[in-house]
Every structure is written in C-alpha cells, then in structure tokens.
C-alpha cells in the first residue's frame, strides 16, 4: 500500500463532486454522479430510489473531470495527504490480528448483504466466460480460488476451495 496508494482528506467544508473516470491507453470514460461503488449507484441493479440516472460522458469531455480532480488533488489547502495516518491505523489492526483474520473480515463486511441475498439465478455460470475477463485475469490465484469457491458453495457443490491451495 506504501508504494501504490496515496490518501487524502477534504480539509475545507466544500462539497467535492463525485465521479469515477475509467482510462485506457486509447480514450477516457466518465461516469457521474457516483455516490458509491456500490452495484445500484453504478446503474447495474434496481435501487430503492424512484430514479437512478448515471451519465457517461466520452473525451474530451471525461478528460475535464480528470483535469478537475488533479486539481483538487494537487492543492494542499483543500486536501490533506493522510496516507502515513491510514497505513499507521491499518498497520496497529495488523499487530493484534493475524492478516488472514483482516482479510476474512473485509471480505465479509464487503459482501455480507449481497450473499445474504444472493441466488442461484445470478451466480456466475463458467459457460459465460467469467474467465476470460480483464478482472479475473487481474486475480491472484488465491483469490480466483476463494472466488470459484464461493460459486461453488452457494450453487450446492459438496467441497469449497480452500484458500491457499
């Protein structure tokens, strides 16, 4: 996390706008507004709101937004870099647990709601080519295998995957 991650706080009572900005080496994408990561805010599910509008805006107009956060990035009078302070807080978690333990936990508290209602209806069929994806290519083997394991569990199989194997 040291070396790929950097973390900042808005120390102003200004509101920031929300927005998240997919770039590839070809073109940029943004999508807004974006309240949270969360499946009904990226307009992939139904939500309890009446409306759910996301707009996605192409270059050069998504390349704006990503001009805007630099900047905001960029000034320390708005932002404070509170990276040390994260890594110091995860860093005194880590001294009383063992890292498995951390790890089961985020897992848990980040998916807890959606495989208490999940079904077998949109569990991931190998057939559809889960495993060609960008995302599944970008897995550690350990994860690919805690993944097909929970597939596996919630559609009935006998055995799970056990982590590390």
């Known amino acids: 996390m040291r070396r790929k991650a950097s973390f900042s706080t808005n120390t102003t009572r200004e509101g920031m706008n929300n927005f998240l900005v997919v770039e590839n080496p070809e073109d940029s994408y943004t999508y807004m507004p974006m309240n949270s990561f969360t499946a009904v805010d990226l307009g992939c599910e139904r ?3 009446n409306s759910n509008m996301v707009t996605r805006f192409e270059n ?3 390349k704006e937004f990503m001009n805007l956060f630099e ?3 960029n000034d320390q009078e708005k932002l404070t870099d509170v990276t040390n302070d994260v890594i110091d807080m995860i860093s005194s978690v880590y001294q009383e647990n063992s890292p498995e333990l951390i790890y089961f936990m985020t897992l848990y508290n980040i998916f807890s709601e959606f495989l208490d209602d999940i079904s077998e209806d949109v569990l991931p069929n190998e057939a559809t080519g ?3 994806s960008v995302i599944w290519n970008k ?3 350990f994860q690919k295998d805690a993944a ?3 597939i596996k569990y919630y559609k009935g199989a006998d055995a799970l995957c056990h982590a590390g194997k």
């Open 47 to 49: 939500g309890n709101n």
């Open 60 to 62: 050069p107009a998504s």
């Open 71 to 73: 900047s905001v990035w």
């Open 130 to 132: 889960f495993k060609d």
């Open 139 to 141: 897995l550690y083997n």
């Open 148 to 150: 097909l394991a929970v």
